[in-house]
C-alpha cells in the first residue's frame, strides 16, 4: 500500500506534469500566433475598380501601380480587363477626382 506521503508526492508531480505541459502548449501557441501575425500581409477592406464588390485584400491579391497609385483587384480577370483600358475604371471609382 502507497504511504500518504508518496501519494501527495505523486499527486504534486502529476499537477506539476500537467501545468507545465499546458502552459508550455500555450506559450507555442501565442508564439506561433505572433508570428503568423507578422507575416500576414496587412488586410484592408477595398473595392475593385472593375467590379465595385468590396474585399478584404490579403497577400495574394493583386495590384497594379498605375500613375502611382496602387489598385487592388479581386480576382485575375478585373486586373486583366483594368490593364486592357484603366481609363475606363478609375473615373469611376473616384468619381472623377484623380491623384
Not at 501601380?65 to 480576382?75: E, L, M, R
Request: proline share 3%; hydrophobic share 35%; net charge positive.
Amino acid at each position: 500500500m502507497i504511504s500518504k506521503t508518496k501519494l501527495v508526492k505523486l499527486n504534486m508531480l502529476t499537477l506539476l506534469f500537467i501545468a507545465t505541459f499546458y502552459f508550455g502548449t500555450l506559450m507555442q501557441l501565442e508564439q506561433a500566433l505572433a508570428e503568423t501575425d507578422k507575416t500576414q500581409s496587412k488586410r484592408e477592406l477595398t473595392c475593385c475598380p472593375v467590379t465595385k464588390n468590396w474585399f478584404v485584400t490579403n497577400k495574394h491579391t493583386r495590384t497594379v501601380n498605375y500613375k502611382g497609385v496602387t489598385y487592388y483587384f479581386c480576382c485575375k480577370d478585373c486586373k486583366e480587363k483594368f490593364l486592357k483600358n484603366p481609363e475606363k475604371y478609375i473615373p469611376e471609382l473616384s468619381n472623377g477626382a484623380k491623384d
